[in-house]
């Protein structure tokens, strides 16, 4: 007998557990055999039980972020084609993944931590992970600048970010360094990590909507002072993981 969550795994039909646990939530997931829906991750089953697990639009990349980075790419009706581009934040790989889908020649992603893009990516040939590479120093970064000059030798033009536990203040100057004139950025803007200790609620969740406008002046502000001129605010049609709202940003360096 197995979890539910961890024969979906085991039968190959999910990647992650964690993965399988929002499918079942949602209600994605059924017996084989008589279409009974099922609801409890840690419901046991035998190995040999059928399961059936109907499409989830977040299933569509390895991590939803690929959804909020789409989502902006859609509203700007911006091209990749043949591009090769900087993803800073690479974790999964849900930004990189829908990168590749929207025609990126190839991503270069910038991870702090190891081992989390997904086996998918990591094996996919469009795809220089730099793992270990904190971005408040990926300017001076010597494995990065040999990558941008042996993948894109007339420089990198486009920039996308998903940060976590770090404000993004702190990584704009290091692109600007790193972005030709004219480049783009595109970023998921985490309010939770802009507004400072003690501003989240027990659950870590901004719920102050003048605590929302302040990080859009300072990130506006930092954008403005690292040579960006900004294109385009608005709210992610995706709240986070953990139930915050997050916004999208485009920004082009002058």
Known sequence: ?????????????????????????NGRVSLAQDGRRL????????????????????????SRAGLKLEALLDRLALRLEGRTLLDVGQSTGGFTDCALRYGAAHVIGIEVGHDQLDESLRDDPRVTCLEG?????????????A????????????????VSFI???????ELSRLLS????????????????PGKVNDRGIV????LHAAVEE????????????????????????DGNREFLLHARRQ
């Open 39 to 62: 609801t409890k991750p840690g419901e046991k089953l035998p190995e040999q039980t059928q399961l059936r697990v109907a499409e989830d639009p977040e299933e569509r990349y390895v």
């Open 1 to 25: 007998m197995l979890r539910l969550d961890q024969l979906l795994v085991t039968q190959g039909l999910v990647r992650t557990r964690t993965r399988a646990q929002r499918l079942i939530r």
């Open 133 to 145: 590479l904190n971005a408040r120093h990926m300017a001076e970064d010597e494995s990065l600048r």
């Open 218 to 241: 300072r990130i506006k502000a930092c954008c403005r002072q690292q040579g960006f001129g900004i294109l385009h605010w608005s709210d992610s049609p995706l709240l986070g993981g």
């Open 207 to 210: 719920s102050d909507p003048a």
């Open 147 to 162: 990558a941008m000059a042996r993948l894109a030798p007339r420089g990198v033009d486009l920039a996308v970010m998903d």
């Open 167 to 173: 404000s993004q203040t702190l990584i704009l100057p």
């Open 181 to 196: 004139p004219g480049g783009e950025l595109l970023s998921l803007v985490k309010p939770q990590f802009e507004v400072g």
